[in-house]
């Protein structure tokens, strides 16, 4: 199931069978069952004729077959991309959150090497009773497909449906409160490295364009295109710096580019903040290490994952997916302070 199937897929209440595929291929079930196992005795004709009669119905060969035999497995499945710092905190935390339900998680990792695709596949082969999706990049409607295998929860992702749950923080807000906390410090020249397409940077992006406009600072808009890693944090901070009146003040669009900031601004002797204030996203464990301090927008993780695993309970319950909005906190640390020519005036 690496794509969307030809038929479309059947409902959870009805998942399809060894016996669908084998009536409709037309042969026997402990036929099927050798070629779903790839083991010999079957001719290629007829392998191939079975492989397609599987994807056709949709169906997933079980990885458990003990579980065949219960109603419920009590997992719940979670996706989530390597190397991404808020994405394994979110995985912390919703440890804690399913502590007490009777149901444990199982992990699936989104990788260069390993499709969202993959990673969801392998946890509906694992007949997870619910799935939670960090940050997923695949189509509405492939999304509405693997929501008919189990019920789906997206964590960050903008759209929400009467198929698919939601979870996510209230990046306008978030960002909105990064602008502000700068201005207020008599930053003017605030600059913008975004995240592209990544879920949640359109908001940040639009908020920030809207908030520097609301202030009165549109003729300082400075959005720099990036993605949510340390070496997008370092291109965008070296391009700022290249630049004759460089900003005094920038927002990344997560922790992860502002690391790449802080980094590029180290070797090239620009002190933060005092020539430079840096403000992050996400309030990742790294930022507040003592040789890092930054400032950051804290999305509530805690709430966050608590919401999702309650909404995916909910849902295995029979409860309709909803959207839940989480209100984030700006966190003030020590990469901000007012630019240097205001420290010069007083």
């Known amino acids: 199931?690496?794509?969307?199937?030809?038929?479309?897929?059947?409902?959870?209440?009805?998942?399809?069978?060894?016996?669908?595929?084998?009536?409709?291929?037309?042969?026997?079930?402990?036929?099927?069952?050798?070629?779903?196992?790839?083991?010999?005795?079957?001719?290629?004709?007829?392998?191939?004729?079975?492989?397609?009669?599987?994807?056709?119905?949709g169906y997933l060969p079980d990885d458990r077959a003990r579980k065949l035999r219960q109603q419920s497995t009590k997992l719940i499945g979670i996706t989530f991309t390597l190397h991404q710092a808020f994405h394994g905190d979110v995985v912390e935390h919703s440890y804690l959150a399913a502590a007490d339900t009777g149901y444990e998680l199982t992990l699936s990792a989104v990788a260069a090497s390993r499709s969202e695709a993959v990673a969801v596949e392998a946890l509906l082969r694992e007949r997870c009773d619910a799935v939670i999706l960090l940050a997923p990049s695949s189509p509405l409607e492939t999304l509405h497909e693997w929501a008919a295998y189990a019920p789906l929860v997206t964590v960050g992702r903008r759209e929400q449906t009467d198929r698919i749950g939601l979870v996510r923080s209230d990046d306008t807000e978030g960002m909105e409160q990064a602008v502000r906390h700068l201005a207020q410090l008599g930053h003017r020249r605030i600059a913008h490295i975004d995240g592209a397409e990544?879920?949640?940077?359109?908001?940040?992006?639009?908020?920030?364009?809207?908030?520097?406009?609301?202030?009165?600072?549109?003729?300082?808009?400075?959005?720099?295109?990036?993605?949510?890693?340390?070496?997008?944090?370092?291109?965008?901070?070296?391009?700022?710096?290249?630049?004759?009146?460089?900003?005094?003040?920038?927002?990344?669009?997560?922790?992860?580019?502002?690391?790449?900031?802080?980094?590029?601004?180290?070797?090239?002797?620009?002190?933060?903040?005092?020539?430079?204030?840096?403000?992050?996203?996400?309030?990742?464990?790294?930022?507040?290490?003592?040789?890092?301090?930054?400032?950051?927008?804290?999305?509530?993780?805690?709430?966050?994952?608590?919401?999702?695993?309650?909404?995916?309970?909910?849902?295995?319950?029979?409860?309709?997916?909803?959207?839940?909005?989480?209100?984030?906190?700006?966190?003030?640390r020590g990469t901000t302070c007012p630019p240097a020519d205001t420290q010069a005036a007083q």
């Open 198 to 332: 990544v879920p949640g940077a359109a908001d940040r992006r639009a908020s920030y364009r809207a908030t520097m406009r609301r202030l009165g600072l549109a003729e300082h808009i400075d959005l720099i295109p990036g993605v949510p890693s340390e070496e997008d944090g370092v291109r965008g901070a070296l391009t700022l710096f290249d630049r004759p009146a460089p900003p005094s003040a920038v927002i990344t669009f997560n922790d992860r580019c502002a690391t790449g900031v802080l980094n590029a601004a180290a070797r090239a002797g620009v002190k933060v903040p005092a020539e430079l204030s840096v403000v992050g996203y996400d309030d990742s464990r790294p930022a507040g290490l003592p040789h890092v301090q930054l400032t950051t927008v804290s999305q509530d993780l805690p709430a966050i994952a608590r919401a999702a695993v309650e909404m995916a309970l909910a849902q295995i319950e029979g409860t309709p997916p909803r959207e839940v909005i989480v209100r984030p906190r700006l966190v003030v």
């Open 1 to 57: 199931m690496t794509g969307a199937p030809d038929a479309s897929p059947t409902p959870r209440t009805r998942r399809p069978t060894m016996s669908d595929v084998a009536r409709a291929a037309g042969v026997s079930r402990q036929l099927v069952s050798i070629i779903m196992r790839d083991v010999p005795g079957a001719s290629p004709e007829t392998r191939a004729r079975v492989q397609e009669e599987a994807r056709r119905l």
